[in-house]
């Protein structure tokens, strides 16, 4: 993995094998940003959401969600699956904290230091439960496998592209999300 600079200043990670980018190279912050917290997160009506992202990825739509719920002091229930962990050293070279406030850097880490497969309060205003698997393993219809958590009411579907990953894309898994 190669780490590029995008438009709005923020960093993302190229896979050359994939040829594919984390994020937007016009901004890893401002796409999370407006897809995720402005058009996702703040438009649910739900007062206490139960969160599904698929791609925990570098955590920075986790980041953006524990910080907004923070400022609104809405409790949020965020569930992020991830087939890959990234490397902590690679997330101190994207260095997302520096761009949004150093006041925030151990709430950043502390994501990405909660244990794999338990649920962790990361503040009174967000609990964590990261899953270390394959989503299409975890959501395959034939498998009959759920996660036992509660029913969803947003997903962050931050998958690479379908025709990088096109297992990802199955009609058959999207199926399954809008059932939970």
Known sequence: MKLEQTADGSYTLYV????????????????????????????????????????????????????????TRRKVHYTGIERYPLAEETLKQLDYPRLIGKQHEEDYYAIHRAPWNTETEVSPWF????????FTRLFNPEEGSRPAVPLYDIIY????????????????????????
Not at 38 to 47: F, I
Not at 162 to 176: G, I, N, V, Y
């Open 157 to 180: 579907f931050d998958a690479f592209a379908p025709e990088k990953q096109p297992e990802m894309w199955e009609q058959s898994l999207f199926d399954t999300l809008y059932k939970v």
């Open 16 to 71: 050359p094998e994939l040829d594919e980018h984390y994020h937007s190279v016009k901004g890893a912050l401002t796409e999370s940003q407006h897809i995720f917290i402005e058009m996702g997160l703040k438009h649910s009506p739900v007062s206490e959401p139960h969160i599904l992202e698929i791609g925990l990825g570098t955590g920075l739509n986790a980041f953006l969600t524990l910080l907004s719920a923070e400022e």
């Open 127 to 134: 609990t964590l439960h990261k899953i270390e698997d394959d």
